[in-house]
């Protein structure tokens, strides 16, 4: 990919994948999610698993999948012809309930987060977070991990900014914060949070392998890759 250009002054991140362990956190979530809204039935929870992107033996999720990337509401779009019972708008509202309970309580994170906030609002950088799941879902396991109150900027698909892929999570943080898109950096695990940074126009846009994205992938969309969020302040020394 082309070079990042310009000074760097603020910093937005997905969270699953980046700052939270998405397998450790999110699968548990996952499949809980499937057992509930199955009733029980162990093939229907299979098949709910399988058709939101786990593979055939669910020990795996692929990625851009649905569980691995989207919104409650694009999951209930998935599950909606396998549960007949809903209609799609309750049963998006339910998986949001859930999500937003069960996620924060599981929250395991990739490192220790209040204290890279601390390390990175020192360096003068302005923080945010922008992702898939619900604003009240991220505020809630942020604050459990304590790195709410670092924050300048968060968003989830339902702030009002649309979800990514679109660019509106990323230019709400540049006017929240009064930076420019080209002064950001964007880090995220899954091609939707480089797309995002991209459309917005951020100056650079950071892939880390933690996630369930494809590291091929990642790499041929981000400025840079590397294999965790650990190695983000080295990289911020080097631009």
Known sequence: MTEAAGEIRGVLFDKDGVLIDFAATWDPVNRRLAERMAGGD????ARLLSAGGYDGEGASLRPGTVLAAGTPPEVAATWICHLPAWTEAALAEEIDRFFDSASPELAVPLLDVAAL????????????????????GARRGLERL??????????GY????????????AEAFCHATGLAASEIAVVGDNLHDLDMGRAAGAGVLIGVRSGTGDPAALAAAAHHL?????????LLDGL
Do not use: C, Q, W, Y
């Open 226 to 234: 590397i294999d965790s969020v650990a190695e983000l302040e080295g």
């Open 117 to 136: 906030f601390a390390r990175l609002k020192g360096r003068g950088l302005a923080l945010g977070v922008a992702t898939n799941d619900s604003e009240l």
């Open 42 to 45: 162990p093939l229907l929870a």
């Open 158 to 169: 339902d702030s009002g900014h649309g979800a990514k892929p679109a660019p509106g999570m």
């Open 146 to 155: 304590g790195g709410l109150e670092r924050l300048d900027f968060l968003a």
